[in-house]
């Protein structure tokens, strides 16, 4: 099952169906017992709670009642805690006398030397960046001051993700229910998340969501006892150049080692294809390229005329159709392309490529930049970034947190379009290939760096480490076992 990314307006209707719950304040203790647990796990983590000293910075909604609550809860477990109010008379009154049973002190600014801050400045109903009395407080504190998010940090945007600034900057954000947009959007900005049980019944309509590694494992195209080369999917890349065969060598490459269907190939590195991939049937014109049930086009192919010949004539085949790179900005120039096709277009652009198809630059809400571009060309888009997103023309929504960006490297987006054309040929929608392709490749960065700088082909020699370890794991799972 995908993971689902709410609106603060889904998270409101879903906290209001629960009636009492909310009303009477129950969904507040539990949201205050989960922020309070997780700090203190995270104190015990590092010497124990008893005498540590924890700073709240408090706002003027619900999110500084939870983070009250929720100091009251470290208070009775021996812990010193401090809290700067930053709207003293709308403070929330229950959280606050709660905080000074347990012993908790009000403080015009927070002691030096605490072994956590907890943010409670807004969560759901903030709007914009933290204003300057927040934001002095943050500033003041020693860096590696572990900061815990009460459901967002302060300053990022519930629905979009936009990191205002200033905005708080997480080690941990602790959630509840289920999970916000900003989540996924903005993942960096929140650090480790953690989404604590209230009680909440379903929510949201799912249209922004996260393939988890199980449901990648379960797209994958994995070859029954009576597949064979054809029935697995034809893949026909148009990608690179005599003069640039690096991009033609690497998407190849990504669509060799993602499926086990056949590739073919056709461009003027047909024999450096071939050097690095003997299994690629390549050849340098277009009439002598066979059947394919899916093309990739774009890759280190150039933008003169000849390539935009090379492009027409892909997107006149009535099969789905990746275009990336050069490709995108082919079609930028000459949007007509696409107009009669009717089998469906995934379209990878990065913000530049995204800013030329677009007429303006991606700007800070990418989802709703992506959204729109995708329902106005009637393709799918996929935005490259350390958060890629993948939008339907119909709004759906599958983003990827990289969680690292050693993939931000010269060639990289070539593996990628190469792992997702595949995907498409195994006849896969353009939104599950696009994202599939995304985590895995993201997978392969991880698997290749291990914390160190890597080229496109490190990245691309890791694929197969990176699917073994989500194949392998996630059906050996089910797997019979013989003994
Ligand atoms: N309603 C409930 O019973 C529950 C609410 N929960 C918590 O309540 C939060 C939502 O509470 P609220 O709706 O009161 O909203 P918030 O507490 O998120 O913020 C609203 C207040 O902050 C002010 N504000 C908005 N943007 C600001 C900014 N940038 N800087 C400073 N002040 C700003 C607003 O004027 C308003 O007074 C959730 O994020 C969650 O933490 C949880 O306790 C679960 C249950
Ligand atoms: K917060």
Redesign the pocket.
């Known amino acids: 099952m995908p993971v689902y990314y709410c609106t603060a307006d889904e998270v409101?209707a879903a906290?209001a169906a629960t009636g009492d719950l909310?009303t009477g304040?129950t969904?507040?203790v539990r949201?205050?017992h989960g922020v309070a647990q997780a700090v203190l796990t995270e104190l015990r983590g590092t010497g124990g709670c008893y005498g540590r000293s924890v700073g709240l910075v408090i706002?003027?909604?619900?999110?500084?009642?939870?983070a009250l609550y929720a100091g009251a809860e470290l208070g009775r477990h021996g812990v010193a805690v401090t809290a700067v109010l930053?709207?003293p008379d709308?403070t929330h009154e229950g959280g606050l006398a709660a905080l000074r049973r347990a012993g908790g002190r009000i403080v015009a600014s927070l002691p030096a030397g605490l072994d956590a801050v907890v943010d409670g400045?807004?969560?759901?109903?903030?709007?914009?960046?933290?204003?300057p009395a927040?934001a002095a407080v943050f500033a003041a504190l020693d860096p590696d001051t572990t900061v815990v998010a009460?459901?967002?940090p302060?300053?990022v945007d519930a629905d979009t993700g936009v990191i205002h600034n200033p905005a708080v900057r997480a080690d941990i954000t602790v959630t509840?229910g289920v999970l916000r947009r900003a989540h996924l959007l903005a993942a960096e900005q929140c650090g480790r998340v953690t989404v604590i049980d209230?009680g909440l019944g379903a929510a949201g309509d799912g249209s922004v969501a996260a393939l988890t590694d199980a449901d990648v494992a379960a797209a994958w195209p994995v070859p029954g006892p009576h597949d064979d080369k054809y029935t697995q999917g034809v893949v026909g890349i148009v990608a690179g150049s005599q003069q640039y065969p690096g991009a033609a060598v690497l998407c190849t490459g990504g669509a060799v080692a993602a499926t086990s269907g056949m590739t073919r190939f056709i461009g003027g590195a047909a024999p450096q294809v071939v050097a690095h991939r003997p299994e690629v049937v390549a050849v340098e014109r277009f009439d002598d390229a066979g059947r394919v049930q899916a093309w990739v086009v774009g890759p280190g192919l150039g933008v003169d005329e000849r390539a935009e010949a090379m492009v027409e004539r892909v997107l006149a085949a009535d099969v789905p159709v990746l275009v990336d790179a050069d490709g995108l900005t082919v079609l930028a120039r000459r949007p007509d392309l696409r107009s009669g096709r009717t089998a469906p277009t995934l379209l990878t652009p990065h913000a530049g490529e995204f800013a030329r198809l677009a007429g303006a630059p991606v700007g800070p809400d990418r989802l709703t930049a992506t959204r729109e571009l995708a329902a106005r060309l009637g393709a799918t888009v996929l935005l490259k970034g350390r958060i890629t997103l993948v939008a339907d023309p119909d709004g759906q929504v599958y983003g990827n947190d990289a969680g690292s960006s050693w993939a931000a490297t010269a060639g990289a987006g070539d593996v990628l379009s190469g792992i997702a054309g595949a995907l498409l040929a195994a006849g896969r929608s353009p939104l599950v290939a696009g994202a599939a392709a995304a985590r895995v490749h993201a997978r392969a960065a991880r698997a290749a760096s291990r914390g160190v700088p890597i080229g496109a082909s490190d990245l691309l020699g890791a694929v197969p480490t990176a699917l073994r370890d989500l194949l392998v794991d996630e059906q050996g799972a089910t797997g019979v076992q013989r003994t």
């Open positions: 409101r906290e909310l304040g969904l507040m949201a205050a706002g003027a909604g619900n999110n500084g009642g939870d930053l709207v709308q400045v807004v969560g759901i109903g903030g709007r914009g960046p933290l204003r927040a009460v459901d967002l302060s300053g509840f209230i």
